[in-house]
């Protein structure tokens, strides 16, 4: 039991340094390259991480300013809302 729950940890440790070379406003995107409908929702999936590590790192945002414009809107908006549970395929039922 105790080597399940450390190679879990190593590998959320793993996963957090993974995902987090993709933040918003890490300098990868200009206005002649901007970050479009995908990362947009690569980007709303990070965003809890993102709004973490931006309070340690100035220059990481939880939004890139450097999008496409309302494509990029649209993934980031989807992403937040099925990665907080708005979007559910599977709900409970009541047992009344």
Not at 32 to 37: E, K, L, M, R, V
Not at 81 to 90: E, L, V
Request: hydrophobic share 45%; glycine share 14%.
């Amino acid at each position: 039991m105790k080597k399940k729950i450390t190679l879990l940890f190593i590998i959320g440790i793993f996963t957090i340094f993974i995902t987090t070379g993709c933040l918003p406003g890490d300098g990868t995107y200009t206005s002649s390259d901007p970050a479009g409908f995908f990362w947009g929702i690569w980007h709303g999936w990070l965003a809890p991480i993102s709004l973490i590590i931006g309070f340690i790192k100035d220059n990481i945002r939880i939004y890139e300013v450097n999008n496409t414009g309302w494509w990029y809107d649209l993934g980031f908006y989807i992403a937040i809302i099925s990665g907080f549970g708005g979007i559910s395929f599977f709900r409970k039922k009541d047992k009344n």
